[in-house]
C-alpha cells in the first residue's frame, strides 16, 4: 500500500464516516480504492510487493492486519490505523489472503512492459574507483532494501543502493566482475554496474521466484520461479527474455522451480523441481545436446532415429530421480550432486554424467544443502551442510559418499563458510536460544577450536570472506544490526559497520572464481 494517494484516501475516508456504515466492509472495495495503485488491481504487484498467498509467507508470522494498520518500516508501506476501521482493515486482510480465482498470466509480453533501462545510467570505461574491483564485497541489507558496496581492503562504503522489496537468494556477477544482477521474491531483477557504482535497469521475470543463476559464459540469467510455473532466461545485455518456458514434468503436470544453479563446466543450468520427481539441466552453449525424451531408436553417433530430441541452445535434459528433490549441493567439478528429499531425512546423490542416482546418505533433520560447502581435509575433498532441525554439522568424503562425522553445536545452523586460504571453517547457530554463537571449526581436527559471541541476544549468521581469507565478515541479523571484520587468523573482532539488518555479503572475486568454501 502506498501513500501517493492521500486525497483518494481522504475522500475514502470522509466516505465511510459520513455513511455510519453498519455492515462489514468489502475488502476488495477498499483494497482497489487504497492498494491497487501500488499492489496492482491484479494484486501481483507494481511498485509495492505482490499481496496473494504465495507472496505472503514470507512475514514468517507478522499479522497482516497489524501490517495494515501500522504500516511497515523503512518502506513506502503507510499506517492506515487512522483511515480504517479494525473491521474494515480485517476485510482487507481476507481479501489479500484469498487466493487468486484464475491463475495469472504472466508471458513474455507481460515481462517486457515491465522493463525500465536507467535513462541516466552511463558506462564507466574503468572503475571509478582506485580501490580493487575484485575485493568489492556487497552487503545486502533487508532492512530497509537497500545494498552496501564495501571496499574490501579499508571496508568503506563506496555506494548505498535501493533494491527491490524482499531480496532473495544470492546476487549473481558477470565473469568479469563488473555486474551484478540481484533478484527478489517477487521476481524482480535488477542489473547494477559495479564499476560505475550506478544501476542499469531492472525487469520483472516472474511473480513468485526463488533465485538465479548466471551463465557460464556471462550471457545469460535464469530466473527460477514458483509462479508461473517456468523457468524464465534473461540476456543480461539488457534483461530482455530470451526464453520463457513451462517447466511440465514428464507425466504433463506443471511443477515450480525450486532452484537454478550454473553449472559452469558443463555449461548448463541445473533446476531443481518441487512438484516432480526430476531435475532438469538446460544447456546454455549453441551445441547443447541432443537430449532425448522420447523412443530412442539408434544412440549411434548423428544418427537421428529417435522421438523428442532437443539440441542447441537451451535445450533440455531430464533426469528423472525417485521423488522431487530439493536445495542441491555440487561437488567442484560439478559431476555430482546431492540434494534433499522431501521429508529431510536424507540426501540422494545424483552423477549428472550418466544422469541416475549413485548414493544415499543419512542426513536427518532437513540438512540446508544450498549452504554446504567443501574442502580439503587431511588429503581428502570432504563437504559439510548445516542442518535445519538439528544442533548438528554432517561432513562427507565426496570421493566415496561415507559419513565421516557429525560435530553437535549449539543449535541448527544455516550458513557456513571457509576460504582456500584459511584452516577453519566458519558455522553460524541461526536458530534456537543459541543464535547469538559463531562456531570455529578447523578443517583437518572436524573438532570446534572456539565459539564466538559477538552480539549477546542477537541473530549472529552468514559469513563472507575477502578475496585474501585475511578477514571473515559475519552479519548481526538485527534491524539495528552490523557487519563485523574479524581477523581470520587471530579471530580478534578489529571493525563493526553499523547496518540495517544485513543478510548476506558476496565478495566478487569468491563468486567469481567459485573459491573454495563457498556455496554456490
Known sequence: M??????????????LTASSLVASPEGAGIYHDLCASCHAETRLGGTGPALIPEALKRLRGAKLTDIIANGRVATQMPAFAQTLSEE?????????????????????????????????????TSPSFSVDPMNITLVVETGDHHVSVLDGDTFDVLDRFP???????????????????????????????IWSLQEVGRVRAGINSRNIAMSADGKWLAVANYLPHSITILSTT???????????????????????YQAPQRQSFILALKDAPEIWEI?????????????????????????????????????????????????????NLIG????????????LDVGREIAELPLPGMPHLGSGISWDSNGRKVMATPHLRGGRLSVIDTANWSLIKTIDTDGPGFFLRSHENTPYV????????????????????????????????????????????RHALVSIWEDDGAVIVYDAETLEEIRRLPMRKPSGKYNVWNKITFSDGTSH
Open 238 to 260: 539488457d534483461l530482455s527474455v530470451a526464453l520463457l518456458r513451462t517447466v511440465t514434468a514428464h507425466d504433463g503436470r506443471e511443477s515450480r522451480v525450486s532452484a537454478v
Open 283 to 335: 544447456a546454455t552453449a549453441e551445441d547443447g545436446g541432443p537430449f532425448f525424451d522420447g523412443f530412442v531408436h539408434s544412440h549411434q553417433k548423428d544418427m537421428k532415429e529417435s522421438l523428442g530430441a532437443e539440441e542447441g541452445l537451451f535445450a533440455r535434459r531430464r533426469i528423472k530421480v525417485s521423488e522431487p528433490l530439493d536445495d542441491f549441493f555440487f561437488t567442484p567439478d560439478y559431476r
Open 2 to 15: 502506498s501513500s501517493s494517494k492521500p486525497l483518494r484516501a481522504l475522500a475514502l475516508t470522509l466516505a
Open 426 to 469: 566458519w558455522a553460524d547457530v541461526f536458530f534456537g536460544p543459541n543464535r547469538d554463537k559463531l562456531h570455529v571449526i578447523d578443517k583437518d581436527s572436524l573438532e570446534i577450536i572456539r565459539t564466538l559471541d559477538p552480539a549477546p541476544g542477537k541473530t549472529v549468521a552468514h559469513i563472507e570472506f575477502t578475496r585474501d581469507g
Open 340 to 351: 534433499a528429499n522431501r521429508d529431510g531425512d536424507k540426501g540422494v546423490v545424483v552423477n
Open 163 to 193: 533494491t527491490p522489496f524482499a531480496v532473495h537468494g544470492g546476487p549473481k556477477f558477470s565473469p568479469d566482475g563488473r555486474y551484478v544482477f540481484i533478484m527478489s521474491r517477487d521476481g524482480w531483477v535488477q542489473k547494477y554496474d
Open 88 to 124: 474494515e482493515i480485517a476485510a482487507v486482510a481476507a481479501y489479500i489472503a484469498t487466493p487468486l480465482s484464475t491463475p495469472p498470466i504472466w508471458t513474455t509480453k507481460e515481462i517486457d512492459a515491465t522493463r525500465e533501462m536507467n535513462p541516466d545510467y552511463v558506462a564507466a
